[in-house]
Nanobody, 121 residues
Framework: QVQLVESGGGLVQAGGSLRLSCAAS????????MGWFRQAPGKEREFVAS????????YYADSVSGRFTISRDNAKNTLYLQMNSLKSEDTAVYYC??????????????WGKGTLVTVSS
């Protein structure tokens, strides 16, 4: 059974940093795209960042490019999202996802339950 379990969310002041983690289990993800998505209250879920589990291509949403960094630790089967210079508009539930066919939201096959990030201004 595939499980993606996010952690690391919380309350942070604007300008601060957080690191999210996603522990992946239940299958081999070596050929998968791994991504972070977020959903703010009253808004649709949106793409944040993605990378291949095997390395190589990485994509970021324009809104987070230069502030967020996606990375992975293959030995720990864990995906990370380092978030710096946080803004109030980054407040959302952040979801980890895995997809075999690509890096976009509709390509994702598996989703975690999310972790809440709240940025106070």
């Amino acid at each position: 059974q595939v499980q993606l379990v996010e952690s690391g969310g919380g309350l942070v002041q604007a300008g601060g940093s957080l690191r999210l983690s996603c522990a992946a289990s239940g299958r081999t993800f070596s050929r998968y795209w791994m991504g972070w998505f977020r959903q703010a209250p009253g808004k649709e879920r949106e793409f944040v960042a993605s990378t291949r589990w095997s390395g190589g291509s990485t994509y970021y949403a324009d809104s987070v490019s230069g502030r967020f960094t996606i990375s992975r630790d293959n030995a720990k089967n864990t995906l990370y999202l380092q978030m710096n210079s946080l803004k109030s508009e980054d407040t959302a539930v952040y979801y980890c996802a895995a997809g075999s066919g690509g890096w976009r939201r509709y390509d994702m096959d598996y989703w975690g339950k999310g972790t809440l990030v709240t940025v106070s201004s």
